[in-house]
């Protein structure tokens, strides 16, 4: 799953894209470098941002949406929003399509992908004990994320990753999110710009522990770890 941002603020200044036009040639370099889902926000969540309004998210995402669309019909596109109205209003101009949910959920949320038929990344938040709370969402294609930077501290994030690989008990996919991210930079004393490798590292651990779905800046390097992790495990 490729990385793009319609929004000024993203943590990672090269996901930022500017323009359709920015938009359209950032979708067609990851297809050609190896995404098989392009995730495509339009308001930043990094730590200590202040969310753009609902109006202004849709403002930037509509004339996104509406290029890929329009340039790569038959991909596959994901939105990254916490917004059901955002949701509701991305289905219905250019579904149908992922929504990737970083806050959780809520159950105006959960209606309307409900009724879209649509999938669901329902960002867990470091919370792995679903037993509770799969009954409200068994009607749901879910996908699950951990939710790797929206756990509250990087020994936190680590603590979720040693025990990611209780999920593959529920059957359904794990996305994984850590590309360039604080858990992968802070510890090494590097920033985002400089973390490549290292998330690398993550990633590969994710792999080995679960993960079915990599969330990611680097869609090269990323297909290239796939890649030699399936030659490992003899895909």
């Known amino acids: 799953m490729a990385i793009g941002n319609v929004t000024p603020d993203s943590f990672y200044a090269a996901s ?18 190896g995404a098989d889902i392009l995730d495509i926000g ?3 969540t990094r730590p200590g941002s202040t969310p753009a309004s609902e109006e202004e998210e849709w403002r930037r995402l509509a004339p996104a949406l509406a290029a890929l669309r329009e340039a790569l019909p038959d ?10 109205e955002i949701a509701r209003w991305a289905l219905e101009a250019f579904g149908p399509l992922i929504i990737n949910d970083i806050s959780g959920g809520c159950e105006a ?7 879209a038929h649509v999938p669901y990344i329902w960002t ?22 951990p939710g790797f930077g929206f756990i509250g501290s990087t020994e ?14 529920y059957n359904r996919p794990i996305l994984v999110g850590v590309s360039r991210k604080s858990m992968v930079w802070r510890p ?10 290292a998330t690398q ?11 079915t779905i990599l969330r990611t800046h680097d869609v090269r390097e990323t297909a290239q770890t796939i890649k030699l992790f399936n030659n490992l495990c003899n895909f």
């Open 188 to 197: 090494l004393g590097l920033t985002p710009e400089t973390c490549l490798e």
């Open 124 to 145: 867990l938040r470091g919370d792995l004990d679903l037993p509770a709370r799969m009954p409200e969402m068994r009607e749901l294609d879910l996908i699950l994320d």
């Open 16 to 33: 930022r894209l500017s323009s359709t036009d920015a938009v359209v040639a950032w979708a067609q370099q990851a297809l050609a470098d």
């Open 201 to 211: 590292a993550l990633q590969l651990y994710a792999l080995e522990h679960g993960a």
């Open 109 to 115: 949320m959960f209606d309307i992908v409900r009724r």
């Open 156 to 169: 936190a994030d680590y603590a979720c990753m040693r025990h990611m690989d209780s999920l593959r008990a």
């Open 42 to 44: 339009a308001c930043s």
């Open 75 to 84: 991909v596959q596109l994901s939105v990254d929003t916490f917004r059901p």
